[in-house]
T-cell receptor, first 113, second 112 residues
């Protein structure tokens, strides 16, 4: 599975859009980009995923660059409850990177009033 | 749907004791994953099953750890004997084929 790189932390004002970047320059053609988030002491929560096209659901939008080497998760109107650690991972189906830190360190997003 | 169910939510035990963590995946999901999360190592995949069959257990840290999935609606992760360094939050997740994984609330294990 390809390795991802995310900034360790970001701040966002409540009500504004939060744009979380992820670099995955070694992504393979058949690997999907997945985003999860983990609110303190809870299990990770699936947000959205995509292969090459931009995707949108009720939680967020995912923008994938044309060369697929990076992506951006967009929370259009961030609320205080969106404060969490956001993980970007790339994988083909099931994770084959067992034994390693599968989800990396993620980005800690802090939404401020 | 109730989501992934894990029990117990909290477990405190003494070193050397056997610990059994339980997981009920989402109905209809055919893949199940066990993860461990610590501050030092982050979220690590321990083992995953597909159609009740263990596919990759290379993340299981030692022979003290074992996992079973006797049927599509139940899985256990057992640690015997437990050690203080096993203290962590253990998550179970399930997915349908190769789709997104849905996580349970986790079991917080403390080994004294």
């Amino acid at each position: 599975d390809a390795k991802t790189t995310q900034p360790p932390s970001m701040d966002c004002a409540e009500g504004r859009a939060a744009n979380l970047p992820c670099n995955h320059s070694t992504i393979s053609g058949n690997e999907y980009v997945y985003w999860y988030r983990q609110i303190h002491s809870q299990g990770p929560q699936y947000i959205i995923h995509g292969l090459k096209n931009n995707e949108t659901n009720e939680m967020a939008s995912l923008i994938i660059t044309e060369d697929r080497k990076s992506s951006t998760l967009i929370l259009p109107h961030a609320t205080l409850r969106d404060t969490a650690v956001y993980y970007c991972i790339v994988r083909v189906g099931h994770n084959t990177n067992a034994g390693k830190s599968t989800f990396g360190d993620g980005t800690t997003l802090t939404v401020k009033p | 749907d109730a989501g992934v169910i894990q029990s117990p939510r909290h477990e405190v035990t003494e070193m050397g004791q056997e610990v059994t963590l339980r997981c009920k995946p989402i109905s209809g999901h055919n893949s199940l994953f066990w993860y461990r999360q610590t501050m030092m190592r982050g979220l690590e995949l321990l083992i995953y099953f597909n159609n009740n069959v263990p596919i990759d257990d290379s993340g299981m840290p030692e022979d003290r750890f074992s996992a079973k999935m006797p049927n599509a609606s139940f899985s256990t992760l057992k640690i015997q004997p437990s050690e203080p360094r096993d203290s962590a939050v253990y998550f179970c997740a399930s997915s349908q084929s190769q789709g997104p994984q849905y996580f349970g609330p986790g079991t917080r294990l403390t080994v004294l």
